[in-house]
């Protein structure tokens, strides 16, 4: 089987060839998860996490383990509709916990893991930078080190088998100016806020564990995402929000700064085609040729919310917009080149910005309870802690 993906990596340099060599790949790949008889995931109840749970459930056929803690980001309503599901399980606890998470390999004796557990807000990060180095850092730590004693115990055919796929960002690359080429695999990591100096150290652990201890790891680092399920900390759901409500659209800076968006559908899709088909040691760029400024996403949003909201009071919802002041230390633009992924993977992101934009909005307005159900107690107390001084909402 080493040899048939071996063949296949060769072939993947003729562009010609690549793209009947995707399907060709996926297939192997889908049988070689098959040969094992789950997957665990960590983070599933976040964001992008539940939204991965999910697409598994539809388009593959594995049993898959969730294992969060259930920090104030994740949210079991998520997979409300999957809580009886014969092949999902979910496992509450801490990836820190050593104990728990060796017994979990030895008891599931999973095929792959795919790590998305992490603190991901950077506003927060720059609040209290403290549990972004737990969780993430020392948090990939540990589960490297139980991954790498569960892989040790493997027959070999297993060992070959197993994949270790770490969730990662764009944001590990720094900043671009405004004619700088996009981040491609080979850029110098330039981490500027507590959140990406996290991720960017957890990425060189698990480049490490592939190097030193020849596990099978694969990274994935990709732009900002949206879709149903985000939590209305980040800009998007954040926006979508406080717009229904009436309340100040707070733009930091001068809201010229670019972030390339992606479809979260999209970036679960990606995941699983680096898990199936991508090369032991290597890290895939994942974007959606979607870059845009933040006062144009705010724009569109407001712009959406018109249309599908006519009577509302708060209509224009652009008057609402504010700015604010800047983020320390606030990254000017990222860009992603995904084009190895393309090329050598076949995948493609799917859904344009304009059609996911339309797609979350009308997610939002259709879950009113999921954001009632988020937006109690201690959102409230981050929403004053953090826009309080900044003269917006
Ligand atoms: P999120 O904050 O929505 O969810 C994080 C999840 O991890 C939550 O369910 C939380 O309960 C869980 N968690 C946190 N600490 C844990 C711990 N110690 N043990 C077990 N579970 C824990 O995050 P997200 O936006 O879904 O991001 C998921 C991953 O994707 C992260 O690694 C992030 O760095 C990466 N990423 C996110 C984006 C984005 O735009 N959101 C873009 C690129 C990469
Ligand atoms: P965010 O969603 O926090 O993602 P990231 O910082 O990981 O890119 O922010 C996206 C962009 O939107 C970023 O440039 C900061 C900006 N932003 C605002 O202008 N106002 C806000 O209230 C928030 C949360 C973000």
Known sequence: MILV?????????????AQGLATLN??????????????????????????FVLQWLRQESVRIVNLDSLT???????????????RYEFVHGDV????????????????????????????????????????NIQGTFSLLEEA????????????????????STDEVYGSLGENDAAFCETTAYAPNSPYAASKAASDHLVRAYFHTYGLPTLTTNCSNNYGPFQFPEKLIPLMIHNALNGKPLPVYGDGKNVRDW??????CSAIRCVLHNGCPGETYNVGGHSERRNIDVVNTICAVLDELRPHSPHKPHASLITYVTDRPGHDRRYAINCSRIERELGWQPQVTFEGG??????????HQDWVAGVTSGSYRDWIETQYAKRGGA
Do not use: C
């Not at 297939?27 to 976040?46: C, H, K, Q, R």
């Not at 104030?72 to 014969?86: C, F, V």
């Not at 992606?262 to 970036?267: A, Q």
């Open 357 to 366: 934009i339309r797609n979350t909005v009308a997610w939002y307005l259709g």
């Open 5 to 17: 993906r071996e063949a296949i990596r060769r072939k993947k340099q003729d562009p010609v060839e």
């Open 148 to 167: 790498k004693a569960y892989w040790n115990s493997l027959p070999d055919a297993g060992k070959s088998r197993f994949r270790f796929l770490h969730v």
């Open 262 to 267: 992606l479809y979260v559908g999209d970036h």
């Open 96 to 135: 820190n916990d050593r104990g728990l998470v060796a017994g979990l390999f030895r008891r599931i004796q999973p095929g792959s893991i795919v790590h998305f557990a992490a603190e991901s807000h950077v506003d927060r990060s720059i609040l209290g930078p403290e549990e972004f180095v737990r969780t």
């Open 26 to 51: 996926l297939y192997l790949g889908s049988f070689l998860i098959l040969m094992s008889d789950a997957i665990i995931v960590t983070g599933g109840a976040g964001f992008i996490g539940s939204n």
């Open 72 to 86: 104030y980001a994740g949210n079991p309503a998520n997979l409300l509709s999957i809580s009886d599901h014969p």
